[in-house]
């Protein structure tokens, strides 16, 4: 592992600047290696990543450390994700069976195994008020868990719902359908019952990503205000909604014929060639800003989401990068610090990105 350049605790959360630059750069030691998934845990403190070489990699993103290499090579690691629980977490297995698992980082002991999916999961994502946590897989179920129980608390029975975000208020759950082109909104509360409402994608779609219509999905995510939904894409952009009424508020544009690289979720993926990814896209943490790859071999891109979008296309609504920030390699996964105003992003790499004026020289 690369020797890091240590650089003083970045400050409190905001967003991109112009001239964010990266400060840290670690390369797992097999150099064919990619990084699958990135997560920072509550404090900020700490990025884990997992790699398709069935480790999972922890790092001190204060300190610009490796902290420690955990292997997985019986099940493969994937989405790998902190619980509230400083040193555990949770992660989908890619080999062996479909169960995820509950690691002691401490120890590299498990803590409980969640047994019930029947094909690959393809979204884990934990609740940002308790101990709960979903799951959706291609076996077209979305189950909801308990850290403490190892049954499901709940179950859908749903058309390819592979992506699910919880909204910051631990209220409301969004899963997304790219098979039926459909976002489904449900109170936790009844989770059991239908959705309150359902958001139509389809007319975006055929008008800013017409040849991946119904697929290539890649993110779900909320913005830290509650007010904006992101849905990331392998092509050419991703739909920035109105949370509250599904209202496309802009098509975050790049170049066209862009690619992560990576594989989005859909109906084959364990079979197909290619490596998976969690999406290249994410909110910084006042949720004013998008911040993804380019979909091509460099750099990475930053919209301003206050920015008043372009009318040249027809459907309107299209913003294009506010500032491109200069880097040699790809940002094919990328998160950003829930405390600190830094990001990281990962492919071969794991890259950690702060402003100019906090790097040392």
Known sequence: MAGPVVVPPPPPPGGPQATQKTSELFRPPKPETSITSLDFDDSGEFLLAACDDESLQLYNAKEGKHVKTLLSKKY????????????SVLYASTKGDDTIRYLSTHDNMFIRYFRAHTAAVTTIT????SDTFLSCSLDNTVRLWSLNSPNPQGKLNLATPYLAAFDPSATVIAIASPATSSILLYDLRNYDKPPFATFDMRPNESTHTPTTIARDWTKLEFS???KSLLVGTNG??????????GDLKAFCARRPGSSSGRIAPSPGLTSRAGVPGQGDMCFSADGRYVVGGTGHEKDALVWDTHAKPSSSTPGGEVLHPMTQLPFRGKAAVVEWNPRYNMMASADKEVVFWLPDEHIKA
């Open 236 to 245: 050419p952009g991703h739909f920035l909604l109105d949370a509250f009424s």
């Open 126 to 129: 934990l609740s940002p008020a």
């Open 76 to 87: 493969g690691a994937h989405l790998a994700r902190f619980t509230h629980h400083a040193q």
């Open 224 to 226: 830290n205000d509650g």
